[in-house]
């Protein structure tokens, strides 16, 4: 390893002089105090002299340490750089444009600030409902139709499909373990109760999450990159209610009849899984799911189902408003919606636990 | 009678931190009203100001002698505005896109909007591309689509955001025309942000500098007496780059 004098020294005629290595410095410099490198304090007043090293080449890395020197030790003047990289160093010592950028924010301001953002944007959403209730909100009923179906008939297979499966996983489970009992019937009423009050809603919410409210942060997010935001905003109109409310309400329409086709599927899934294991007919299936089922966990499940919907959407269209406006940006709300999403669903279900539980139903 | 555009004492920037301040400026009715600087001086900080996407730090900011909110309260915005990329929905038409604001702000009768919309895309040279979507117009075509949006609403003051960047020069030069006979034709007041020179002395009949290191206005005034005798050094070197 290459070993390296300090480069620090005091001249006879009294001046300070710092000697450049032939064949750069030492990276550390640029890190470490000055005073670590062979500089007395005291010396700070007097003129500083830079010897070059012998080949008269340097590197960004001499530059950036000589910047600095030139920096801390700035009253007592410099003498010995070469013109071209004294011009260097007065390009690096002009700072350009530094009022204009934002002082940086604390994670914990940022939280706060999206947090801010968010409920702030609910309230909107709460105050422009009744105009949109009486017809009076200025939306398009085009992009209330592609809203709607965004959040329905494109969505219609991945639902089916993952409440069908998770149905059935949970047949398997429930029909092992209840047939050890003889109690092989009873997974009706595992599968039933199971997916219509907790497992459905969830399940469909964190699917479209994943589809349509990603589907809604990277379309607001592309059109705030484009200015399409701004120029809605420039002519006075709110972006919550233009685009925000057509997806909130899409959302918390077709949830709850999301969470109905789902709960068919998961019902179904369980029947065709549980039917040849444990022997059941359909009928005695469906029959032994009919009791199960009570209206109050249709009526948990479908509140469940609503309150997610209003939630993915917000989210999704909260986190497009707010993206940068790069092409990056449009990636990062998507993954933002995503995760917020989901972490908020979840959050949720355990609040609607916490409140049943409470309310004994 | 009361300036088109009030500009008085005011301050922009993000936060607390004032890119520029100091702006002081009167426009006139039908005058096209330039604002030129260096890059990151803070041109387009003080056009979204202007236009209410941010608030002012200091000052007031008046059209017709009324606030913007005053203005808003009362109906539709004063102004329309060319963003730099035209800012075009994409998800609609052409003539979706210049009847919305119409739409939105319940401007003429819904049967009157179509013949409307399509006199504004006509003016700007765009009839018959009515149908097509702002994927399929040219960069020149996207900006004069996005300039029959902006005319929509029978503004009295356009704002127009570097509406020659990304532009080669015929496409600029016509869109600079366009720009002097909407000023000529329907009197409308118009203040763009640019750095094209040529745009500048073409159509600017004033301009104000804005110096991106003293952060505040450096130079007001017809830009060829500008390029002869500013006080500031800067300005005279900015304007003699393409002087007249």
């Given at each position: 390893?290459r070993?390296?004098?300090?480069?620090?020294?005091?001249?006879?005629?009294?001046?300070?002089?710092?000697?450049?290595?032939?064949?750069?410095?030492?990276?550390a410099?640029?890190?470490?105090?000055?005073?670590?490198?062979?500089?007395d304090?005291?010396?700070?007043?007097?003129?500083?002299?830079?010897?070059?090293?012998?080949?008269?080449?340097?590197?960004?890395?001499?530059?950036?340490?000589?910047?600095?020197?030139?920096?801390?030790?700035?009253?007592c003047?410099?003498?010995?750089?070469?013109?071209?990289?004294?011009?260097?160093?007065?390009?690096?010592?002009?700072?350009?444009?530094?009022r204009?950028?934002?002082?940086?924010?604390l994670?914990?301001?940022?939280?706060a600030a999206?947090?801010?953002?968010?409920?702030?944007?609910?309230?909107?959403?709460?105050?422009?409902?009744p105009?949109?209730?009486?017809?009076?909100?200025?939306?398009?009923?085009?992009?209330?139709?592609e809203?709607?179906?965004?959040?329905?008939?494109?969505?219609?297979?991945?639902?089916?499909i993952?409440?069908?499966?998770?149905g059935?996983?949970?047949?398997f489970?429930?029909?092992v373990?209840?047939?050890?009992f003889?109690a092989?019937?009873?997974?009706?009423?595992?599968?039933?109760?199971?997916?219509?009050?907790?497992?459905?809603?969830?399940?469909?919410?964190?699917?479209?999450?994943?589809?349509?409210?990603?589907?809604?942060?990277?379309?607001?997010?592309?059109?705030?990159?484009n200015?399409?935001?701004?120029?809605?905003?420039?002519?006075?109109v709110?972006?919550?209610?233009?685009?925000?409310?057509?997806?909130?309400?899409?959302?918390?329409?077709?949830?709850p009849?999301?969470?109905?086709?789902?709960?068919?599927?998961?019902?179904?899934?369980?029947?065709?899984?549980?039917?040849?294991?444990?022997?059941?007919?359909?009928?005695?299936?469906a029959?032994?799911?009919?009791?199960a089922?009570?209206?109050?966990?249709?009526a948990?499940?479908?509140?469940?189902?609503?309150?997610?919907?209003?939630?993915?959407?917000l989210?999704?269209c909260?986190?497009?408003?707010?993206?940068?406006?790069s092409?990056a940006?449009?990636?990062s709300?998507?993954?933002s919606?995503?995760?917020?999403?989901?972490?908020?669903?979840?959050?949720?279900?355990?609040?609607?636990?916490?409140?049943?539980?409470?309310?004994?139903? | 009678?009361?300036?088109?555009?009030?500009?008085?004492?005011?301050?922009?920037?993000?936060?607390?931190?004032?890119?520029?301040?100091?702006?002081?400026?009167?426009?006139?009715?039908?005058?096209?009203?330039a604002?030129?600087?260096?890059s990151?001086s803070?041109?387009?900080t003080?056009?979204?100001?202007?236009?209410?996407?941010?608030?002012?730090?200091r000052?007031?900011?008046?059209?017709?002698?009324?606030?913007?909110e005053?203005?808003?309260?009362?109906?539709r915005?004063?102004?329309g505005?060319?963003?730099?990329?035209?800012?075009?929905?994409s998800?609609?038409?052409?003539?979706?896109?210049?009847?919305?604001?119409?739409?939105?702000?319940?401007?003429?009768?819904?049967?009157?909007?179509?013949?409307?919309?399509?006199?504004?895309?006509?003016?700007?040279?765009?009839?018959?591309?009515?149908?097509?979507?702002?994927?399929?117009?040219?960069g020149?075509?996207?900006k004069?689509?996005?300039?029959?949006?902006?005319?929509a609403?029978?503004?009295?003051?356009?704002?127009?955001?570097?509406?020659?960047?990304?532009?080669?020069?015929l496409?600029?030069?016509?869109?600079?025309?366009?720009?002097?006979?909407?000023?000529?034709?329907?009197?409308?007041?118009?203040?763009?942000?640019?750095?094209?020179l040529e745009?500048?002395?073409?159509?600017?009949d004033?301009?104000l500098?804005?110096?991106?290191?003293?952060?505040?206005?450096?130079?007001?005034?017809?830009?060829?007496e500008?390029?002869?005798?500013?006080?500031?050094?800067?300005?005279?070197?900015?304007?003699?780059r393409?002087?007249?």
């Amino acid at each position: 390893m290459r070993a390296f004098a300090d480069p620090f020294s005091n001249s006879p005629n009294g001046e300070l002089t710092l000697r450049l290595p032939e064949g750069g410095i030492d990276p550390a410099w640029l890190a470490r105090p000055l005073l670590e490198l062979g500089l007395d304090g005291s010396q700070s007043s007097r003129a500083l002299r830079v010897e070059m090293p012998p080949s008269g080449r340097w590197t960004s890395s001499e530059a950036a340490f000589l910047a600095r020197c030139v920096t801390e030790l700035a009253p007592c003047g410099v003498k010995g750089l070469p013109h071209e990289l004294a011009k260097l160093l007065g390009l690096a010592s002009t700072v350009q444009g530094a009022r204009g950028i934002e002082e940086p924010v604390l994670p914990s301001g940022r939280y706060a600030a999206e947090a801010a953002a968010f409920l702030a944007l609910l309230g909107e959403i709460v105050l422009y409902l009744p105009r949109f209730l009486a017809g009076r909100a200025r939306m398009r009923r085009a992009d209330v139709v592609e809203a709607l179906a965004e959040s329905s008939s494109r969505a219609l297979p991945i639902v089916a499909i993952t409440n069908l499966l998770m149905g059935a996983i949970l047949a398997f489970v429930g029909a092992v373990q209840l047939n050890a009992f003889g109690a092989g019937i009873y997974v009706a009423n595992l599968v039933g109760i199971a997916s219509v009050r907790e497992l459905t809603p969830i399940l469909t919410a964190i699917v479209l999450a994943g589809r349509t409210g990603a589907s809604f942060a990277s379309r607001i997010a592309t059109m705030q990159g484009n200015e399409e935001v701004d120029a809605l905003t420039a002519l006075g109109v709110r972006s919550a209610e233009f685009l925000v409310l057509p997806r909130v309400v899409a959302l918390g329409l077709l949830m709850p009849l999301l969470y109905v086709y789902g709960c068919a599927f998961a019902v179904l899934g369980g029947m065709v899984t549980a039917g040849p294991i444990l022997d059941l007919s359909v009928v005695a299936y469906a029959a032994q799911t009919k009791l199960a089922i009570g209206g109050v966990h249709f009526a948990i499940g479908g509140l469940k189902a609503l309150v997610f919907g209003v939630l993915v959407a917000l989210i999704g269209c909260h986190c497009g408003l707010r993206s940068p406006r790069s092409a990056a940006g449009v990636g990062s709300a998507t993954t933002s919606a995503v995760v917020g999403s989901i972490v908020g669903v979840i959050a949720l279900d355990a609040v609607f636990a916490v409140c049943a539980n409470v309310l004994k139903i | 009678m009361s300036a088109a555009v009030s500009i008085d004492d005011v301050a922009v920037g993000y936060g607390s931190t004032p890119v520029q301040s100091g702006i002081d400026v009167r426009i006139s009715q039908g005058e096209i009203f330039a604002v030129v600087g260096d890059s990151g001086s803070g041109k387009s900080t003080l056009l979204r100001t202007l236009i209410g996407l941010m608030p002012a730090q200091r000052g007031e900011i008046l059209f017709d002698g009324a606030t913007l909110e005053e203005r808003m309260r009362h109906g539709r915005p004063p102004f329309g505005v060319l963003f730099q990329n035209g800012a075009l929905w994409s998800s609609m038409t052409t003539l979706e896109n210049v009847m919305l604001p119409m739409d939105l702000h319940g401007h003429a009768t819904p049967a009157a909007r179509p013949a409307l919309a399509r006199f504004k895309l006509a003016l700007v040279g765009l009839a018959g591309a009515e149908s097509r979507y702002p994927s399929s117009l040219s960069g020149g075509m996207r900006k004069r689509a996005a300039l029959a949006r902006a005319l929509a609403l029978d503004p009295t003051v356009l704002f127009l955001d570097e509406p020659s960047a990304g532009l080669d020069p015929l496409a600029s030069r016509r869109l600079d025309e366009l720009v002097l006979s909407l000023r000529d034709g329907l009197g409308i007041t118009v203040v763009l942000v640019t750095h094209e020179l040529e745009s500048l002395y073409r159509i600017a009949d004033r301009m104000l500098f804005l110096d991106g290191e003293a952060h505040r206005p450096v130079a007001l005034g017809a830009p060829a007496e500008l390029a002869r005798s500013a006080a500031s050094r800067k300005v005279r070197d900015f304007l003699s780059r393409a002087a007249p």
